[in-house]
């Protein structure tokens, strides 16, 4: 019973499918025919010329879609007819000595659309075309194609005599549209299908089988309707397609369909193949459905009928799943019994031994944890809570250790950072000290000033690669300063900050009178850096003229300023800089490679900031001091916490980014040690960030405090951070103790020595609520301290906090809120 409804519905569902399928290759085909006038009408609208006709037909084939192999027009007069055909993405104009050998006559068209009015649009049917094609192999080269074509009056010259514009598609994109539905690229396709056979086939209102859907993994495959005319007798070939098929009169159902598409509608049939002895395919689901064409009058006609033969085995493969379901649920339930069983006798045995699991991993791992049994058993029960009992301790412990490391780490980041071994080593890695505008230390700084110097010492142009903010400027000047030409002049041109000609005149100059403004002569770059170095910076932005112009005078050492009919010899060594790809750049066709390869002599890379980060110390020092002078402070200093800040950051800017960081911090402080809240890094905001928190009311309770070690334990994260202004002094280990001893006494538990800033009564009442809720108000802490306490001392206490580091103030107004530093 079960498998007869499976049957029904999935009976139901194929007829589903087929019937949508088949409606959506019908609605393709409609719509092909539909664009394809489309097109027509819109070229119709503009001038029918041999170019614009042209580049109509480059545009279809440069942005895809539909392919047309010939693009006409016929004109009343005889000397300005076009013809146009495509032929793997080039077309050509037939020339008019080779316009009789096309076929058929294309001057028929003048009287079978004769009668067509503007705006309307002729359909023909299909017929084979020859078109002569001229190739460099062939002068009698001919295309051959099955196509159909598209006409429409056209009043080219606007005096009322109308040629004709005709558009022709090969009928292969057609045979596309089907064999794309019956393969697994299908828009509809949803699941894999089986193996059998299933093809759709076109065919026209009088009977004609024109041809059916084929493989797409066949490159090419011909027009052919073998699959559909199995079976069946009839009459193959017709005057303009071979392969086309008309079934005789005895074929009932196909001249049923015939009548039924006639008529425009569409039906779905089962049909069983009485000449087909296999169970599985006898029956077959036969579907069909018109396809309509619009001329311009607004009545759609049915110009052409799909139908889809669809053999399908999935009812006879539901019959086997069915069947495996079967096992499959006897298996399964013989299995459940089984565990059940194995279930129940070992919850006999469990509790003592998931005690005696936990207690050894507690020695192995040393992760303490509670344990818990999901048991009903006392002894186990009152076991458990006991060990829970001693862990909680443990626990509390722990959490109270941690805290204390956490606070005096924190105090410890905002302490003077000492960079002075960082700087003594730096000085003693550089190894080279004959170029000092490089700053830094390490393997990289090694290889790059030992690249420097090598490329110094010989008289060839240089290539300087590197990511923006590298140092690539100081890199060229360190060249020129190192080579033979140092005497002479550094001319520095940044290609990227002028456009196509104020860099060529830049460049080459000009002479009195070349353009209107040109009342003296200019010498230009080449000719001012003569005897010595020539530096273009963001060479990548030079457009191809000027790559061009850069190309004979690197190559031939001459230049021509512009206006002048003499070539001047330069001696000039070129140093270009780049922060892309140019090999990219020669692959997409914007930098000439020649050049690329006359300019890449010697080439020095400029590492970024994160390839070595053992100079974040050296050079955050060296441009300290530059900032200081700059600013007119002295004795700066930066933080631990800063420095850690500094050396962990990715600097997506590099060494021009972290000389900005600095400068800004330098100009911003008001303090001798520069902390890492006042190094405001890319994408940083916090304060923003802090006072866009959804505000949640935390209603004040009363805390004891002699819970107050504890609280904060459980709650804070990190009390003190890096965030304040001013620098927190260490409190000895003494005094904290006496303060923790006199203030947060403990009934069970000896006190613990905490190093922290010194809170008042009032504080120390306060904070684990505050922590507890993140954030307070002034009012909310007047609530929990009690006792009528003023508005000025509340917020005195909360600002007397924020200098120590343990909350951070956030808003303005009545909308002002201390929150918790983490």
């Excluded at 565990?339 to 006999?348: A, D, K, W």
């Excluded at 469990?350 to 992760?367: A, C, H, I, W, Y």
């Excluded at 962990?648 to 800004?664: A, F, M, S, V």
């Excluded at 006042?678 to 006072?691: H, N, P, S, V, Y």
Aim: hydrophobic share 35%; net charge negative; proline share 5%.
């Amino acid at each position: 019973m079960s498998y007869r409804v499976s049957y029904n519905f999935i009976d139901i569902a194929l007829e589903r499918t087929v019937r949508v399928q088949t409606l959506a290759i019908a609605h393709d085909v409609s719509t092909f025919l539909e664009t394809c006038k489309q097109d027509l009408l819109f070229v119709a609208q503009g001038a029918v010329t041999e170019k614009e006709l042209l580049d109509f037909l480059a545009r279809k084939n440069t942005f895809g879609g539909i392919t047309y192999r010939e693009l006409s027009y016929i004109s009343p007069n005889e000397q300005e007819h076009v013809f146009l055909v495509t032929n793997n993405g080039k077309s050509i104009r037939i020339p008019e000595n080779k316009i009789s050998a096309m076929t058929p006559d294309p001057f028929l068209i003048f009287e079978e659309a004769k009668s067509l009015e503007p705006g309307h649009v002729m359909l023909t049917r299909i017929t084979q075309a020859e078109y002569p094609f001229p190739s460099i192999d062939s002068v009698n080269h001919r295309v051959t194609s099955h196509i159909i074509q598209f006409v429409t009056p056209c009043d080219s010259d606007g005096d009322g005599r109308y040629g004709y514009l005709v558009l022709a598609v090969d009928i292969m994109q057609v045979r596309d549209i089907l064999s794309l539905y019956n393969s697994p690229q299908s828009p509809l396709w949803g699941y894999p299908r089986s193996d059998q056979i299933r093809f759709n086939f076109l065919f026209d209102p009088h009977g004609w089988i024109l041809f059916q859907s084929e493989d797409m993994n066949r490159e090419g495959p011909p027009l052919s309707t073998y699959l559909t005319r199995t079976n069946m007798e009839g009459t193959l070939g017709h005057p303009n397609l071979n392969c086309a098929f008309r079934p005789s009169t005895a074929n009932k159902q196909f001249w049923a369909m015939i009548k039924v598409i006639s008529e425009g509608k569409t039906d779905l049939q089962r049909i069983t193949d009485e000449k087909n002895n296999s169970q599985d395919s006898s029956q077959y689901y036969f579907s069909y459905a018109p396809v309509t064409f619009d001329s311009g009058d607004g009545n759609k006609e049915v110009f052409w009928g799909v139908a889809l033969v669809d053999r399908s085995k999935l009812t006879t493969s539901a019959r086997y799943r069915h069947m495996d379901s079967l096992f499959i649920i006897t298996l399964i339930a013989v299995i459940g019994i089984s565990l059940l069983l194995f279930i129940i006798s070992r919850m006999v045995t469990r509790p003592m031994l998931q005690l005696s699991r936990n207690v050894k991993e507690f020695r192995s791992t040393g992760d303490i944890k509670k344990i818990d049994l999901n048991i009903a058993s006392y002894e186990s029960e009152m076991l458990s809570k006991t060990i829970n009992e001693m862990i909680d301790i443990i626990h509390k412990q722990r959490e109270e250790l941690e805290l204390q490391d956490k606070i005096m780490q924190a105090a410890s980041l905002t302490e003077k950072a000492d960079m002075t071994n960082d700087l003594i080593h730096g000085e003693e890695s550089s190894g080279l000290d004959i170029i000092p505008e490089i700053v830094g230390y390490g393997p990289k700084i090694v290889q790059l000033k030992s690249d420097i110097l090598k490329a110094s010492q010989a008289n060839v142009d240089v290539l300087i690669i590197g990511e923006t903010g590298t140092g690539k400027q100081l890199a060229a000047e360190a060249v020129h300063r190192h080579s033979n030409r140092s005497d002479k002049p550094f001319i520095s041109i940044n290609c990227g900050a002028l456009d196509e000609n104020l860099l060529l005149d830049t460049l080459f100059g000009h002479v009195k009178g070349a353009f209107t403004e040109a009342r003296s002569n200019r010498k230009g770059a080449f000719l001012e850096a003569h005897d010595g170095t020539l530096f273009l910076d963001e060479i990548q932005a030079a457009s191809s003229k000027v790559q061009q112009s850069l190309l004979r005078a690197v190559s031939m050492r001459k230049i021509k300023p512009l206006g002048s009919d003499k070539d001047i010899d330069v001696d000039v060594r070129l140093i270009a800089a780049t922060n892309v790809n140019l090999q990219e750049l020669i692959k997409e066709g914007e930098f000439r490679e020649d050049l690329y390869y006359r300019l890449k002599v010697v080439t020095v890379r400029t590492p970024s900031l994160k390839e070595h980060p053992e100079s974040i110390s050296t050079l955050t020092m060296h441009y300290l001091r530059q900032a200081e002078k700059m600013v007119d402070k002295q004795n700066l200093a930066l933080s631990k916490g800063a420095m850690v800040k500094l050396k962990t950051y990715d600097w997506p800017g590099n060494i021009r980014e972290l000389i900005n960081i600095i400068t800004r911090a330098v100009v911003m402080t008001e303090h001798e040690v520069i902390q890492a809240s006042e190094l405001r890094l890319e994408g940083e905001d916090l304060i923003e960030k802090t006072a866009a928190i959804p505000e949640k009311h935390c209603p004040p309770h009363k805390t004891d405090p002699a819970k107050s070690v504890s609280a904060i334990s459980e709650k804070a994260t990190h009390p003190i951070s890096e965030y304040g202004q001013e620098k927190t002094e260490s409190v000895s280990s003494t005094a904290t103790s006496d303060a923790a001893q006199n203030s947060m006494p403990h009934p069970s538990a000896p006190t613990k020595d905490i190093s922290s800033p010194k809170l008042n009564a009032r504080q120390r009442k306060a904070f684990p609520e505050i922590v507890r809720c993140k954030k307070i108000s002034r009012q909310e802490y007047q609530n929990i301290v009690g006792e009528d306490l003023p508005s000025r001392t509340a917020v005195y206490d909360l600002q007397d906090m924020v200098k120590k580091r343990l909350l951070m103030k956030t808003g303005k107004g009545p909308s002002t809120r201390y929150v918790v530093v983490e």
